[in-house]
């Protein structure tokens, strides 16, 4: 396990701004940089709730002014939030947003740590929070984080004393660091995670304030500042061409699933960290004051010192290889020293060092990007030293066991190439993020290894050691197998190297709602991960469903193909729904994962294996109006699922709506926050009351106060609020049980608001023109009842609906309720005479 820890460490020790994909080429300033890093024996943890709460700015400082190592301890992936930039959501977000933070790291010069906590959305306080997570569990994870990563500072981006005050992720992700800051010296707390770490006690706790949080810049500069220290991070590095704030700016520039893709910025900029707890401050305040942070910290570390500081000192930026004996020595040295964390921490470093001075090329390729356990690749080991330096290339020895001997000198920039079979087991495990192999908690990742916990990413399993004697003394380079290709319009390009089940399968349509009782055909793509693919799939379905054929032949050809089958499915008579599986026979073996690819310039690609299913739905759904308008704002698939039940929808652009157009609708529905996004709306709105007017339905979904671009949301006074309903299973009370919109043409009932997922609603108006009618009330634990989340108002002939309900949230989880419901919002005013004669008795 231990030399997977290799990548991070490159990656914190040349820092140049970098292609995610490419190996690391140090340049003799990034080498210098590197050798001021390895004679820096000091520590820094920053801990917040999200990928992007991170303050590269302050990261960027620690890793590269004071040359500390720097951590950042994310509590979640982020698998919660939006995709600005594909279709990646939840678990597959989670791991856009894992790889966008190592692309950070890259750049800032960090390392990066997680714990097992999902992010399940938007929470009010850490006491909710810390119910959904497991707060123990929790616990365990930043204590085993601290007792790894042995920090002697660690800095909360947040304030743990300040509850209710921000996301209750993020209170909580600094109320946990403020207690396992003690706990993780504590040889009773969590005895378990001796097996892997010793217990540690970090020097100082420090919270990342800002002169905001003393109310205003006025205030903060009254404050007495006894307990802040302060950075400018906006300082100059020559060796880079860089100021501080320059790398920050790139470092979170990659969270472009965020859209944090920014501009640069420069010049002197002040960040304050408030001491909380731990040794006290003394007089020159600095963050490592009083801890001794020179080789002489560790036993036996000041000869060691002795060499490297002279090497630093007279570093040769023309040919750094002159410093190889020198290194060496100090390799040699490091070996015997008994700190087994820094002896660990030290030696990656130092040969990373030495390997960059002695100019080696060191790479072992594979001739494919993947392939199945129980299969043979080719490997090519590419080895050059590009120094006068004596290097003998000993042997290789690969994760499979094989040791190839050599004893061959490596002339100064002879290329060897040496061909080698790499023999993947049946043991081998899948190329897969390993928080996703098993189904968790709403809350918490499923880890079943304790060893995997924390990591950023599943340790790659196939990789070769490069054995070498420089000027006689052993040292060893271990390479991950990566697989390298060309592509005309991009240039040379790599992966790394993956190993894939032989087949896997795909159903296209992840819910399937059945708005009757009538068949429907449903596609299902299995592709192979291997030539010559045998088999027969068959799908696993519910017993009240049925499914014809019950099995069809796979016979694929070539690695990669597809093959596309068709099954028919039919409903049960009823409301009822269930999950789908298809089931992939191949000899006596079963596949039931999907293979799914995640491709993007800014990370390394991603292969994610997670279990194919299908949510069906037999809705109980009655209808009216048919011809449906869409406008798109920041993204939802509420068109698709409104298709799903039979209307048929039209986007339409914004720049389109005129009467003529909107005649032809009988409702037009307006997509999440279009009023924040779209500047056009605000030319369109009236013709939109127009429609209305003249007896055409408008829904309107939730959007924020901030930033509207119309003045009139609504035909009449309507007032966005904050207000929002986090809790999905709070109570729902009917205010108007009569009104129509609950009663035509669908019944609802409570029912219909059971398995709503991650929150009611958001954004509810709080105060409305008595035109409008409230028709649900609804309230977090412990708050006042928000009665804004449906409102209905008859404009003209028409109905004007304005809903923060999350629709957007529940269509596409397939919750039966919420079609209902807005299957009356689309059919209001359209009801047969009869029906509301009776409606209004
Ligand atoms: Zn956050």
């Known amino acids: 396990m231990r030399k997977h820890l290799l990548i991070p460490f490159l990656c914190a020790l040349f820092c140049g ?23 820096f024996l000091g520590s820094v943890l920053y801990v917040a709730a999200h990928p992007d709460d991170e303050n590269t700015s302050l990261i960027s400082y620690m890793s590269n002014h004071v040359k500390a190592r720097t951590g950042y301890l994310a509590i979640t992936r982020g698998d919660g939030g939006q995709n600005l930039i594909g279709p990646e959501i939840t678990n597959l977000l989670g791991v856009i947003r894992t790889q966008e933070l190592l692309a950070a790291r890259r750049i800032d010069g960090g390392e990066q740590f997680f714990t097992r906590a999902t992010d399940f959305g938007f929470s009010k306080d850490p006491e909710e929070t810390l119910s959904i997570w497991n707060k123990n569990d929790l616990l365990s994870d930043v204590v085993l984080a601290i007792r790894k990563f042995k920090p002697d500072v660690i800095i909360n981006r947040f304030d743990h004393r300040t509850p209710g005050t921000t996301h209750g992720h993020h209170t909580s992700s600094a109320m946990l660091s403020f207690e396992a800051f003690d706990l993780a010296n504590d040889k009773s707390a969590f005895p378990d995670l001796l097996k892997i770490a010793d217990v540690w006690q970090p020097k100082r706790l420090f919270y990342n304030t800002s002169p905001w949080a003393f109310g205003s810049p006025e205030e903060f500069e009254k404050a007495d500042k006894t307990n802040l220290i302060t950075f400018d991070t906006g300082i100059y590095y020559p060796l880079k061409g860089l100021s501080n704030n320059e790398v920050s700016s790139m470092a979170s520039s990659q969270h472009l699933s965020q859209g944090f893709g920014r501009l640069t910025n420069r010049g002197s900029q002040n960040e304050y960290i408030e001491f909380l707890k731990g040794d006290a401050l003394v007089n020159n305040q600095t963050v490592f004051s009083g801890i001794d942070t020179s080789w002489n910290r560790i036993k036996g570390g000041k000869a060691i010192g002795d060499i490297l500081y002279k090497v630093e000192q007279e570093f ?9 004996s020198d290194l060496m020595k100090a390799y040699q040295l490091l070996q015997s020293i008994e700190d087994a964390h820094w002896k660990t921490i030290k030696t990656k470093e130092l040969e990373s060092v030495i390997e960059a001075c002695a100019g080696l090329y060191l790479e072992a390729s594979a001739e494919t990007s993947s392939s199945t356990p129980n299969s043979k690749i080719k490997l090519n080991i590419e080895a050059l030293n590009r120094s006068n330096a ?75 050691d490069i054995n070498l004697k420089i000027n006689n003394n052993p040292i060893t380079i271990t390479k991950h197998v990566v697989y390298r290709f060309g592509k005309p319009d991009k240039g040379e390009l790599y992966r790394p190297f993956e190993i894939i089940p032989e087949a896997s399968a795909k159903i296209p349509e992840k819910v399937i709602i059945f708005e009757n009782d009538k068949q429907k055909n449903i596609e299902i793509i299995v592709k192979a991960g291997r030539d010559n693919l045998e088999g027969f799939v068959e799908i696993n379905h519910p017993k009240d469903w049925s499914v014809t054929p019950e099995r069809q032949s796979v016979s694929i050809a070539y690695k990669d193909e597809e093959q596309r089958f068709i099954f028919t499915i039919i409903p049960p008579k009823n409301q009822n729904e269930g999950y789908i599986n298809p089931i992939i026979h191949v000899n006596d073996k079963v596949y039931t994962k999907e293979r799914i690819e995640i491709d993007y310039d800014h990370i390394p690609y991603q292969t994610v294996l997670e279990p194919s299913e299908s949510k069906i739905v037999r809705l109980d759904i009655k209808k009216k109006g048919d011809n449906i308008a869409y406008i798109a704002g920041a993204g939802d698939v509420v068109p698709e699922s409104l298709q799903q039940i039979g209307y048929h929808v039209q986007t339409i652009n914004p720049e389109n709506i005129n009467a003529e157009t909107l005649s032809r609708f009988d409702a037009v529905v307006v997509g999440i926050r279009a009023y924040n996004t779209i500047d056009e709306l605000k030319f369109k709105q009236q013709l939109l009351f127009d429609f209305v007017e003249k007896g055409g339905n408008m829904i309107v979904q939730y959007n924020t106060n901030s930033r509207l671009k119309v003045d009139k949301l609504a035909p009449y006074d309507l007032k966005l609020s904050r207000d929002r309903v986090t809790d ?114």
């Open 17 to 39: 701004i970098i292609q995610a994909q490419q190996p690391v080429k140090p340049s003799t300033t990034d080498i210098y940089q590197s050798i001021q890093k390895l004679n």
């Open 316 to 324: 040769n930026f023309k040919d750094p290889s002159v410093h190889l």
């Open 390 to 464: 004596t290097i003998e290339l000993v042997s290789l020895s690969q994760t499979d066991g094989t040791t190839l001997q050599q004893n061959s000198l490596l002339k100064q920039n002879i290329k060897q190439n040496i061909k080698t079979d790499y023999t993947i087991t049946n043991k081998e495990i899948y190329t897969t993020p390993y928080w996703l192999a098993e189904k968790g908690t709403v809350g918490m990742y499923k880890v079943d290894d304790i060893n995997l916990i924390g990591f950023p990413e599943t340790p790659r399993q196939v990789s070769v």
């Open 728 to 841: 999905e299973n709070a109570e729902v009370r009917f205010l108007n049980p009569n009104h129509p919109i609950l009663n035509y043409p669908n019944k609802i009932t409570q029912e219909d608001f059971e398995g709503w997922t991650q929150e009611r609603g958001l954004y509810y108006p709080d105060s409305w023109a008595s035109e409008f009618t409230p028709i649900l009330s609804m309230n977090d634990k412990g708050e006042t009842p928000k009665d804004g989340s449906l409102l209905v108002a008859k404009y003209g002939k028409g109905y004007y609906i304005y809903t923060g309900l999350s629709f957007f949230r529940e269509f596409p989880e397939g919750v039966s309720g919420a079609y209902r419901l807005f299957a009356n919002m689309l059919s209001i005013g359209k009801e047969d005479i009869k029906q509301a004669e009776n409606l209004k008795q």
